[in-house]
Nanobody
C-alpha cells in the first residue's frame, strides 16, 4: 500500500520561502510519478510540480515555474517542494500524490494539469501566505 505524508506547511509573509516534504513508502512502479498539488476553497485542485521518480525528470506548472522546485532524495522516499518568492495566491492546502508507472500525459505536455490520474494521496499540509 502506498503511503504519503506531507509536512512543512506553515504561515509566511509574501516574498518568503517554505520547503514542503512528502515522506513516501518504499518506491514501486505504482508510485513512480510523484506530484504536488494545491487546492483553495471554491477552486479545483491544480497541479504544481511533478517528478518522474526513476528517471528524475521534473515538471513545473507555468504558475510556479522559476519559483518552485520539486526534488527527491537518493532513496526516492522523500520528495520536496522548495517554494520561494511566495505570494498570497500561493495560499492553499498542498497535497502530495503519486501514481505510476509514468506521469500522466497532461504533465508531460506541461503548462497546467489537474489531479486526474493520481490514485494515491496524502492528507495535505496548509500553506498560508500573507501580504
Amino acid at each position: 500500500q502506498v503511503q504519503l505524508v506531507e509536512s512543512g506547511g506553515g504561515s509566511v509573509q509574501a516574498g518568503g520561502s517554505l520547503r514542503l516534504s512528502c515522506a513516501a513508502s518504499a518506491w514501486t512502479r505504482d508510485r513512480n510519478c510523484v506530484g504536488w498539488f494545491r487546492q483553495t476553497p471554491g477552486k479545483e485542485r491544480e497541479g504544481v510540480a511533478a517528478i518522474y521518480s526513476s528517471g528524475g525528470a521534473t515538471y513545473h506548472a507555468d504558475s510556479v515555474k522559476g519559483r518552485f522546485t520539486i526534488s527527491q532524495d537518493r532513496s526516492r522516499t522523500t520528495y520536496y517542494l522548495q517554494m520561494t518568492n511566495l505570494t498570497p495566491e500561493d495560499t492553499g492546502l498542498y497535497y502530495c500524490a503519486a501514481d505510476g508507472p509514468g506521469c500522466p500525459l497532461a504533465i508531460l505536455r506541461g503548462g497546467s494539469w489537474s489531479s486526474e490520474g493520481f490514485q494515491y494521496w496524502g492528507q495535505g499540509t496548509q500553506v498560508t501566505v500573507s501580504s
